[in-house]
């Protein structure tokens, strides 16, 4: 089975400073990660993936996140945030065998201060 | 394209009862998965759905069910509702549902249990 523990269930940072939301999973068998963010009254929009290759991944709204299987993390980072970014962001994994089966974090709301 | 979509977006039914609620994925995708969304629980895997057969199935009583069409649109019912079935409840929508493939989120119905 798959876990994923969000180690910071709030994260106040001030607009236009740098922001890092973290991640660590369990799992005996081999995964892709996820981060999705949650904006107030809506579903969930997927910000980035890791399949395989390259440890840093890049996505969209300027995030990006490195995956790290010794330490079995997946941090997500922003160098400036804006008020725009004010949302609940999941980590999330699925297991190769069962890809289309996500199993998410309890979630990190972030919330920017002007 | 037009995303996925959900109906009806808001529900209030009274314990005892039961409710189907309905899933259009996005044109062409034929993999559905539900998601039950609360407060104490986080956001946790229902069931998914792949050419009309349930795939992949969750840890929830078999009071949730649900069934998907030969165009692919998806109904999840849930009998005998609970105070605690209230949630949002979120279906995806992917091509194939494997491999990493992004899952696009709807809205969401939002029900609430009297």
């Known amino acids: 089975a798959q876990s994923v523990t969000q180690l910071d269930s709030q994260v106040p940072v001030f607009e236009e400073a740098p922001v890092e939301l973290r991640c660590n999973y369990s799992?005996?068998?081999?995964?892709?990660l996820f981060w999705y963010v949650q904006y107030p009254n809506q579903g969930l929009q997927l910000l980035l993936k890791y399949l395989s290759g390259s440890t840093l991944v890049k996505g969209i709204n300027g995030f990006e996140a490195e995956f790290n299987k010794s330490q079995t993390s997946f941090h997500l980072r922003k160098p400036s945030v804006h008020i725009s970014d004010t949302a609940e962001y999941f980590c999330a994994v699925s297991a190769y065998s069962s890809a289309s089966k996500i199993i998410f974090g309890s979630g990190t709301r972030l919330s920017i201060r002007p | 394209k037009a995303g996925v979509t959900q109906t009806p977006r808001y529900l209030i039914k009274t314990r005892g009862q039961q409710v189907t609620l309905s899933c259009s994925p996005i044109?062409?995708?034929?993999?559905v998965s539900w998601y039950q969304q609360t407060p104490g629980q986080g956001l946790q895997f229902l069931f998914e759905?792949?050419?009309?057969?349930?795939?992949n199935k969750g840890n929830f009583p078999g009071r949730f069910s649900g069934r998907q069409f030969s165009n692919s649109r998806s109904e999840m019912n849930v009998s005998t509702l609970e105070l605690g079935d209230s949630a949002l409840y979120l279906c995806?929508?992917?091509?194939?549902?494997?491999?990493?493939?992004?899952?696009?989120f709807g809205p969401g119905t939002r029900l609430l249990v009297l």
């Open positions: 044109s062409g995708h034929r993999s």
């Open positions: 799992s005996s068998v081999s995964v892709y």
């Open positions: 759905y792949f050419s009309e057969t349930q795939r």
């Open positions: 995806a929508s992917s091509s194939q549902g494997n491999q990493g493939e992004t899952q696009y």
